[in-house]
């Protein structure tokens, strides 16, 4: 890989990270304000909705202008959210502020990467990308979760700093700070040289353009496939961090802090899958990784088996280990379809409306599971059940496709 590969590695990995321990936080911030429960997957809702919202616009944004300046002023965007918590602005509002920022660094993020590295390593870089993707989640969680604990609690209070108080304080300070590391290495992400499209002023061209890049993608055989994949796996994703959370609350026993690590275990799984994804399947045998997503709605329901924290963690590395395995390949040729068909920024842009329109979709689901009070079992076997289902449904599909060409080979022109 070229260096420039692993700059843009890092920038990912700090602002991931911050993210994910801002989660944290949020959540915890919330508590502190005696927010009903129901509002923990407001937080995901919030922060998915500027994806949707805007994603019309961040794509031709994102390929306006050099994809460095883009992922810059993304993260300065979660920096100002980052300061309106920590000023005190109610968490659901400031957190959607971060959303916003995120929906804007997205297409740049893994739109680079088709610019600046050949197809042939995009099923690779993928992996590294969502390998460290995932390990900013795992350090993420457990940096936000471990934050909280009693002895970093009486460690940051202990430590004077002006006009920061209390210990939440103090936390959101640090994360801040994290999202500043992440900015200042936007600043050294190699310029590819791609020309850019100049940036259409009139909303409606735009969102008109965007309609068309959202048919052109669902009606190419290969795309819809793993648009269709990918879709799922991130408002599945979303759903279970949450998911898990209080299922080790209620049925595991555990404190927040310990839940909230524990979650990084799934996280985990993801990385291993991911990284044996980018070294076995190559982007022609891409579509074969898909029963393992059936497989993995039907792991979920063993959760409700499980007695105690010990046997939690395989199960939960299990899981994320069959969902990195199937995701990466798919998200690769989602993003080859797409830069072929549309451009790298209005490519993801589709995607991204996609997946956090699922993401929208899951967490209000379970925000209304949550207000009719429905036991965490009953919760984690309709999650189990529909994840199988629907990739069931995709595959029907995908053997459908193939059956409408002479063969399969011809199925693969263009990878």
Same mark, same amino acid.
Request: neutral net charge; charged residues 10%; aromatic residues 10%.
């Given at each position: 890989?070229?260096?420039?590969?692993?700059?843009?590695?890092?920038?990912?990995?700090?602002?991931?990270?911050?993210?994910?321990?801002?989660?944290?936080?949020?959540?915890?911030?919330?508590?502190?304000?005696?927010?009903?429960?129901?509002?923990?997957?407001?937080?995901?809702?919030?922060?998915?909705?500027?994806?949707?919202?805007?994603?019309?616009?961040?794509?031709?944004?994102?390929?306006?202008?050099?994809?460095?300046?883009?992922?810059?002023?993304?993260?300065?965007?979660?920096?100002?959210?980052?300061?309106?918590?920590?000023?005190?602005?109610?968490?659901?509002?400031?957190?959607?502020?971060?959303?916003?920022?995120?929906?804007?660094?997205?297409?740049?993020?893994?739109?680079?990467?088709?610019?600046?590295?050949?197809?042939?390593?995009?099923?690779?870089?993928?992996?590294?990308?969502?390998?460290?993707?995932?390990?900013?989640?795992?350090?993420?969680?457990?940096?936000?979760?471990?934050?909280?604990?009693?002895?970093?609690?009486?460690?940051?209070?202990?430590?004077?700093?002006?006009?920061?108080?209390?210990?939440?304080?103090?936390?959101?300070?640090?994360?801040?700070?994290?999202?500043?590391?992440?900015?200042?290495?936007?600043?050294?992400?190699?310029?590819?040289?791609?020309?850019?499209?100049?940036?259409?002023?009139?909303?409606?061209?735009?969102?008109?353009?965007?309609?068309?890049?959202?048919?052109?993608?669902?009606?190419?055989?290969?795309?819809?496939?793993?648009?269709?994949?990918?879709?799922?796996?991130?408002?599945?994703?979303?759903?279970?961090?949450?998911?898990?959370?209080?299922?080790?609350?209620?049925?595991?026993?555990?404190?927040?802090?310990?839940?909230?690590?524990?979650?990084?275990?799934?996280?985990?799984?993801?990385?291993?899958?991911?990284?044996?994804?980018?070294?076995?399947?190559?982007?022609?045998?891409?579509?074969?990784? !898909?029963?393992? /997503?059936?497989?993995? #709605? %039907?792991? $979920?329901?063993? +959760? &409700?088996?499980?007695?105690?924290?010990?046997?939690? *963690?395989?199960?939960? !590395?299990?899981? /994320?280990?069959?969902? #990195? %395995?199937? $995701?990466?390949? +798919? &998200?690769?040729?989602?993003?080859?379809?797409?830069? *072929?068909?549309?451009?790298?920024?209005?490519?993801?842009?589709?995607?991204?409306?996609?997946?956090?329109?699922?993401?929208?979709?899951?967490?209000?689901?379970?925000?209304?599971?949550?207000?009719?009070?429905?036991?965490?079992?009953?919760?984690?076997?309709?999650?189990?059940?529909?994840?199988?289902?629907?990739m069931c449904l995709i595959r029907l599909r995908h053997l459908e496709n193939q059956r409408q060409y002479d063969s399969v080979?011809?199925?693969?022109?263009?990878?």
């Amino acid at each position: 890989m070229p260096s420039g590969f692993y700059i843009i590695m890092a920038a990912q990995f700090f602002s991931a990270l911050a993210d994910n321990a801002l989660l944290i936080v949020a959540i915890a911030a919330l508590r502190d304000l005696q927010a009903p429960e129901e509002y923990v997957p407001v937080l995901k809702i919030s922060f998915a909705v500027s994806y949707v919202v805007l994603a019309a616009f961040v794509g031709a944004f994102a390929d306006s202008m050099p994809k460095w300046r883009v992922m810059f002023i993304s993260n300065s965007i979660k920096i100002l959210g980052c300061l309106m918590m920590l000023l005190g602005v109610y968490p659901l509002v400031a957190y959607a502020v971060v959303g916003l920022g995120a929906a804007a660094y997205s297409p740049a993020k893994y739109g680079i990467l088709t610019e600046y590295l050949p197809h042939r390593l995009l099923v690779l870089a993928n992996g590294w990308i969502e390998g460290l993707t995932v390990a900013a989640i795992i350090f993420g969680v457990a940096l936000g979760g471990a934050l909280f604990t009693e002895n970093a609690t009486s460690a940051l209070l202990s430590v004077p700093l002006l006009f920061l108080d209390t210990h939440i304080e103090k936390v959101i300070a640090l994360i801040g700070l994290i999202y500043i590391v992440a900015a200042v290495i936007n600043l050294y992400v190699p310029d590819t040289g791609v020309d850019h499209k100049p940036l259409k002023r009139n909303p409606l061209y735009l969102v008109h353009e965007f309609g068309h890049c959202i048919a052109l993608l669902w009606r190419d055989k290969l795309g819809q496939i793993s648009l269709a994949v990918t879709t799922l796996f991130w408002g599945a994703a979303a759903a279970l961090q949450l998911i898990v959370i209080k299922w080790a609350e209620d049925k595991l026993g555990l404190a927040y802090s310990s839940a909230a690590m524990l979650q990084g275990t799934v996280a985990v799984g993801v990385a291993v899958g991911a990284t044996l994804a980018a070294r076995f399947v190559t982007l022609k045998k891409s579509v074969r990784v !898909i029963p393992l /997503g059936i497989a993995m #709605g %039907f792991v $979920v329901l063993v +959760m &409700n088996f499980v007695p105690n924290r010990e046997l939690a *963690i395989p199960v939960l !590395i299990l899981i /994320g280990a069959l969902s #990195g %395995f199937f $995701v990466v390949p +798919m &998200n690769a040729l989602l993003q080859h379809r797409g830069h *072929i068909l549309m451009g790298a920024g209005h490519s993801i842009a589709v995607q991204n409306f996609n997946e956090n329109t699922s993401v929208l979709l899951m967490a209000g689901v379970y925000f209304l599971m949550l207000r009719a009070e429905m036991p965490i079992y009953a919760i984690v076997t309709l999650f189990g059940l529909f994840v199988s289902g629907i990739m069931c449904l995709i595959r029907l599909r995908h053997l459908e496709n193939q059956r409408q060409y002479d063969s399969v080979a011809h199925l693969d022109d263009g990878i």
